[in-house]
């Protein structure tokens, strides 16, 4: 995801969008899949578990992500690229760094119903094979098993 340059902005995010509008529908479908599994397998407890390293409570105490936020992060790590998604594998504090609220990849969610839409033009109604919402992954959280 070169064209992110790194970061999942509304610019970088709107300039994915119009590239892969220009590519096939099976092309767009393929990176919904890919970005859905991607967000899947960082659904772990040793992540969402991590607090917001630049906020703390009133006492002082470390600030929980919230479900949403958690989902944002995964994106900011995901649009970091490939080399930083496979690092945090192995070093959760380098997915700590991204929840800092100066990460934000709520962007990057939307990008492949833009893709579509911009291609066919009919909104995406669309269910990828991997849920990327939080808590979703039974496998990285396993004390959530029923």
């Known amino acids: 995801m070169a064209t992110l340059d790194g970061e999942a902005t509304q610019e970088s995010c709107q300039r994915l ?15 919904a899949e890919r970005h859905a599994e991607a967000l899947y397998r960082l659904d772990r407890e040793k992540f969402g578990t991590l607090p917001v390293v630049d906020l703390t ?3 002082g105490s470390p600030f929980p992500q919230s479900s949403d936020v958690f989902l944002y992060t995964r994106c900011a790590v995901v649009a970091a690229g490939r080399t930083v998604w ?6 959760v504090d380098k997915f700590a760094s991204y929840t800092s609220t100066e990460y934000d990849g709520e962007w990057l969610l939307s990008t492949p119903d833009k893709a579509y839409e911009l ?4 909104e995406w109604d669309r ?3 991997h849920c990327f919402e939080s808590y ?3 496998d990285g959280w396993p004390h959530l098993r029923s």
């Not at 969008?17 to 393929?30: H, K, N």
């Not at 291609?119 to 009919?122: D, E, P, S, V």
């Open 57 to 59: 409570d009133r006492d």
């Open 127 to 129: 269910t990828t094979r």
């Open 119 to 122: 291609a066919t033009g009919k």
């Open 86 to 91: 496979e690092s945090v594998f192995f070093d």
């Open 17 to 31: 969008a119009e590239e892969l509008s220009r590519r096939s529908v099976p092309d767009i479908i393929g990176f």
């Open 136 to 138: 979703s992954n039974r």
